[in-house]
């Protein structure tokens, strides 16, 4: 099993940037792909960005080009740079890691606590 510990949520004004962390207890450079996921009350999980073994990197469209995520294999850490933070950003951020895939080709699907991150006008 894989622990993930996400870290660096807090309170920030309209405009401004927040680096999350999050450190994994097993290595990354074997994983599937890494990845930052957002959740609102109300609302289902969404995919904010991801990054494969490959380097290859995918964000959703509301954080396209504010948004960085990058990783650190030799550190274990996976990291979200996020710039020109709306109020609509505001929502718990979740790391998770996939690794491998079970017999029907599904990953193994592993996810932090959270961190929450709130954005003032």
């Known amino acids: 099993q894989v622990q993930l510990v996400e870290s660096g949520g807090g309170l920030v004004q309209a405009g401004g940037s927040l680096r999350l962390s999050c450190a994994a207890s097993?290595?990354?450079?074997?994983?599937?792909?890494m990845g930052w996921y957002r959740q609102t009350p109300g609302k289902q999980r969404e995919l904010v960005a991801t990054?494969?073994?490959?380097?290859?990197?995918n964000y959703a469209d509301s954080v396209k080009g504010r948004f960085t995520i990058s990783r650190d294999n030799a550190k274990k850490m996976v990291y979200l740079q996020m710039n020109s933070l709306k109020v609509e950003d505001t929502a718990v951020y979740y790391c998770?890691?996939?690794?491998?895939?079970?017999?029907?080709?599904?990953?193994?699907?592993?996810w932090g606590q959270g961190t929450q991150v709130t954005v003032s006008s």
């Open positions: 990054i494969n073994s490959g380097g290859s990197t």
């Open positions: 998770n890691a996939q690794y491998g895939s079970d017999y029907y080709g599904r990953p193994y699907d592993y």
């Open positions: 097993a290595s990354i450079g074997s994983s599937r792909a």
